[in-house]
Nanobody, 122 residues
Framework: QVQLVESGGGLVQAGGSLKLSCAAS????????MGWYRQAPGKQRELVAG???????NYADFVKGRFAISIDNAKNTVYLQMNSLKPEDTAVYYC????????????????WGQGTQVTVSS
């Protein structure tokens, strides 16, 4: 079993910054990718940013130039630096990891964190 624990959410004024962290632990052989999704009330969950273990990142258009994702493979931890926050960034942010867990099993499995609330006031 793999656990993802997020931290760093909170309340911030528009234009401010927050940094989210997500640490993966448990039966991890190799992490392929990690990412951040968000879900605002009444809306579907959407991808914010993703990153491979090699460091290749991709971003949703609505965060390009404002957010930066990074990964520390030694710590199995992914970060999301969020700058120039807007009220529309208010949502629950979820960490996701695509993980290989067994040496004899080439499949990877998807895991989710419990979510952390980010609220941006205007």
């Amino acid at each position: 079993q793999v656990q993802l624990v997020e931290s760093g959410g909170g309340l911030v004024q528009a234009g401010g910054s927050l940094k989210l962290s997500c640490a993966a632990s448990g039966r991890i052989l190799r992490i392929n990718t990690m990412g951040w999704y968000r879900q605002a009330p009444g809306k579907q969950r959407e991808l914010v940013a993703g990153i491979t273990s090699g460091g290749s990142a991709n971003y949703a258009d609505f965060v390009k130039g404002r957010f930066a994702i990074s990964i520390d493979n030694a710590k199995n931890t992914v970060y999301l630096q969020m700058n120039s926050l807007k009220p529309e960034d208010t949502a629950v942010y979820y960490c996701n990891a695509d993980v290989r867990v067994r040496t004899w099993d080439l499949r990877t499995y998807d895991y989710w964190g419990q979510g952390t609330q980010v609220t941006v006031s205007s």
